[in-house]
């Protein structure tokens, strides 16, 4: 059995990743991808929120534009039609 690093196990913690289930495409992977990043991030934010490390409004904003970055993601890669 092989060991793996510290920071590996850490990173698949704090950003687990799930297996994609839908309809295959590589646009429908990829969003899925950031979909779960997304999702990811948010968790912290309302965390550090909730834990009073960041203010209301700071978490607000950075979730603000992570949706914003999540709509585009979806334009370029979803909305081709």
């Given at each position: 059995m092989t060991q793996s690093s510290p920071n590996f196990?850490?990173?698949r913690?704090?950003?687990?990743?799930?297996s994609y289930r839908g309809e295959f495409?590589?646009?429908n992977l990829a969003?899925?991808?950031?979909?779960q990043e997304f999702a990811?991030?948010?968790?912290?934010?309302?965390?550090?929120?909730?834990?009073?490390k960041i203010s209301p409004s700071d978490a607000y904003y950075q979730i603000k534009e992570l949706w914003k970055?999540?709509?585009?993601?979806k334009r370029n890669l979803l909305d081709h039609a």
């Open positions: 196990d850490k990173d913690f704090f950003n687990p990743r799930t495409t590589p646009e969003f899925n991808a950031n979909l990811n991030k948010v968790t912290v934010i309302c965390a550090l929120e909730t834990n009073g970055k999540l709509q585009e993601s």
